[in-house]
C-alpha cells in the first residue's frame, strides 16, 4: 500500500512542476520540445515505477529492479524540493493578483505595474536553472554515498562490567541490506575499516539482505573475511525473514558457515565466576514479526552478569528489554531515516517521529541501546545528510558495580 500511495503522490508532483515548466516555456517562446521530452521521460519513469512496484515491494528490491529504481528516484526524488518554491511562487502571484484586483476596485485609472520582459525571462530562466540543485543532490546521495562510511566512535560505561572487559572494544555493523550494493566494493570498503579499527569483537545487528539469501553472493568472500580476536556475533533482522522455510534456513546455513556467531535467541559467555561479559542475541520482533525470545536468549546468566543484546528492531528495547536484567542492547533497523540534516551540532531525519531510539546512544537508568544507522539502503536507494555507519564502542566499567569482580 505504501508504495502505491508513493506513486500516486510522485505522479501528482511531477505533473505539477512540469505544467509548470510547460506555461514557462510557452510565456517565453522557447522550443516546445523541452516540455515534450519532459512529459516523454517521466512517462518512462513512471511506467518503470510501477513496474518495479508490480515486480515486488520497493522495500525488498535487489539486482537489476534495484539499479532502475536508482534511475527513476533521480528523476522523481527532486520534485520533492522543487515542489515548494513553485507552491510559494503560486501562492505569491494569488495573493498579488487578489490585492491588484481589489486596489484597481476602489482606483480603478491606477495601471498595473508590469516588469519588464526581459528581466522576467531572466529571473525565469535563472528558477528553472537553480532546479538542477536538488537533482545533483539527490544523484549524488544515491552515487557517491554507498561508501562514504562515517565512524562513529562512543564509550558505554556499564555497572556490571567486569575488570576484565574494562576497555573492550566492539565494531557494530547493521543492515547490510546486500541486495542494495551493484558489486562488493562497497561492503570490502568495510572490512578494510573495520581492520584498521582493529576491534576485538564486531557485531552485526540484522537485515543481511533486503529480500532473498542469493544476494549475499555479492559480498560473500567479504564476509567470510571478517574476523576479531573475540569473534563475529550476529542477530537476524526483519528483511532476514522475507522469504520461505527453506530460504530460511539456506540463509542461517550460510550465514554460519562464514564463521560468525549468529545469535538466534542464542548467548555466548565470555570469563567465569563472577566476572563474566554475555552476548546474546534475540531473533526479530518489530511489526508484525515475534520472534524474539528474550528468556530463553538469557538462560543460563547470573543477576551479576554484565548483558550486551543484539536486537534489530530498537522498538524492542520497550516491549521487554528496559525491564530486564540487558545492560546495553544494540540495534539497526532505522537507517537513521536515510536521509535528514547533520550539522551545528544537530541532527534531524523524519525517522525521529516514528522511532523514540532513532539513531546514536540513548540512556534511561542504568541500561543503554545503541541504534546504529545501518550501511546499506532499502526503498529509494539513497542518502542524504545521513551517513552510512560503522560504530565503535568502548565499554567503560561504571563505578558502583554491582557485582564482585
Known amino acids: 500500500m505504501i508504495s502505491i500511495v508513493t506513486g500516486i503522490i510522485m505522479m501528482v508532483l511531477d505533473a505539477y ?60 526524488l527532486p520534485k520533492i524540493g522543487i515542489v515548494p ?10 495573493t ?20 519588464d520582459p526581459q528581466r522576467r525571462k531572466m529571473l525565469s530562466s535563472l528558477g528553472w536553472s537553480s532546479a538542477i540543485v536538488p537533482f545533483g543532490i539527490v544523484a549524488n546521495g544515491i552515487g557517491n554515498t554507498a561508501s562514504d562510511y562515517e565512524i562513529h566512535h562512543v564509550e558505554i560505561p556499564l555497572p556490571n562490567l567486569p575488570r ?17 550494493y551493484v558489486d562488493h566494493r562497497a561492503f570490502q570498503e568495510a572490512r578494510f575499516q573495520l581492520e584498521r ?32 580476536p573475540e569473534g563475529v556475533f550476529a542477530s ?44 546474546a542475541g534475540t531473533d526479530n520482533t518489530g511489526l508484525r514479526q515475534n520472534f524474539a525470545d528474550l528468556r530463553r536468549a538469557l538462560r543460563g546468566t547470573n543477576a551479576d552478569d554484565a548483558i550486551i543484546l543484539l536486537a534489530h528492531d530498537p522498538t524492542f528495547f520497550e516491549r521487554g528489554v528496559r525491564t530486564s536484567r540487558v545492560d546495553l542492547m544494540l540495534s539497526g533497523h532505522t ?9 551545528f551540532g544537530i541532527e534531524w531525519s523524519p525517522a525521529q517521529y516514528v522511532y523514540k531510539h532513532w539513531a546514536g546512544l540513548y540512556r534511561e537508568g542504568d541500561k543503554h541501546i545503541y541504534v546504529n544507522r545501518g550501511l ?30
Open 376 to 405: 546499506g539502503t532499502v526503498g529509494p536507494p539513497i542518502r542524504i545528510g545521513i551517513r552510512p555507519e560503522i560504530t565503535h564502542i568502548t565499554l567503560r566499567r561504571e563505578e558502583g558495580r554491582v557485582g564482585l569482580g
Open 96 to 115: 498579488r493578483m487578489s490585492f491588484l484586483a481589489v486596489l484597481n476596485k476602489f482606483r480603478p485609472k491606477r495601471a498595473e505595474q508590469r516588469m
Open 17 to 76: 512542476v512540469l505544467a509548470h515548466f510547460h506555461r514557462s516555456n510557452l510565456r517565453h517562446g522557447r522550443s516546445p520540445w523541452l516540455s515534450r521530452v519532459s512529459w516523454i521521460i517521466t512517462i518512462v519513469m513512471t511506467v518503470l515505477y510501477w513496474y518495479v512496484v508490480w515486480q515486488r515491494h520497493y522495500f525488498r528490491l535487489e539486482g537489476v529492479d534495484a539499479i532502475i529504481f536508482a534511475v527513476v528516484c533521480i528523476w522523481m
Open 85 to 94: 518554491v513553485l507552491l510559494g511562487y503560486d501562492m505569491y502571484r494569488f
Open 164 to 180: 576484565a572487559f574494562d576497555g573492550m572494544r566492539l565494531v557494530q555493523l547493521s543492515d547490510i541490506h546486500a541486495g542494495s
Open 197 to 228: 579499527l582493529n576491534p576485538d569483537a564486531i557485531m552485526i545487528t540484522g537485515d543481511f539482505v533486503n529480500t532473498v539469501p542469493s544476494e549475499l553472493s555479492v559480498i560473500a568472500r567479504e564476509l567470510h573475511k571478517l574476523r576479531a
Open 335 to 343: 537507517h537513521g531515516g536515510q536521509v535528514g540534516f547533520t550539522g
Open 236 to 279: 537476524l533482522g526483519n528483511h532476514d525473514h522475507y522469504h520461505g522455510p527453506k530460504q530460511h534456513e539456506r540463509l542461517i546455513a550460510f550465514l554460519r558457515s562464514t564463521g560468525m556467531n549468529l545469535l538466534i535467541n542464542d548467548r555466548k559467555i565470555f570469563g567465569a565466576g563472577a566476572d563474566r561479559l554475555v552476548i
